[in-house]
Nanobody, 113 residues
Framework: QVQVVESGGGLVQPGGSLRLSCVAS????????VVWFRQAAGKERDFVAHINWDSGRTYYVDSAKGRFTISRDRAKNTVSLQMNNLKPEDTAIYYC??????WGEGISVTVSS
């Protein structure tokens, strides 16, 4: 079993950037899919981006394409989500998930002027 912990959230102005990180403990991410989801207040939890740890192949929700980049650091056993040109509608709790079943506690991202 793997435990995941998110970091890097906060408050940013529209057009700004944030970098979220997801660190694994208990075992490495090797062989896993690592996925970022987000949940805005009063809404369902939605898929944002996915990376296959072994192949490095990535997938994004349409609203994130061109603005968000998911990447992995093998040495640090970390997956990052670089978010640029943030919009108010990106405001949500962001969750890291490993292998579609191991969840972090989430981290808040607020985009507001």
């Amino acid at each position: 079993q793997v435990q995941v912990v998110e970091s890097g959230g906060g408050l940013v102005q529209p057009g700004g950037s944030l970098r979220l990180s997801c660190v694994a403990s208990g075992r490495a991410f090797a062989g896993y899919s690592v996925v970022w989801f987000r949940q805005a207040a009063g809404k369902e939890r939605d898929f944002v981006a996915h990376i296959n740890w072994d192949s490095g192949r990535t997938y994004y929700v349409d609203s994130a394409k061109g603005r968000f980049t998911i990447s992995r650091d093998r040495a640090k056993n970390t997956v990052s989500l670089q978010m640029n040109n943030l919009k108010p509608e990106d405001t949500a709790i962001y969750y890291c998930n490993a292998q579609w079943k191991f969840w972090g506690e989430g981290i808040s991202v607020t985009v507001s002027s």
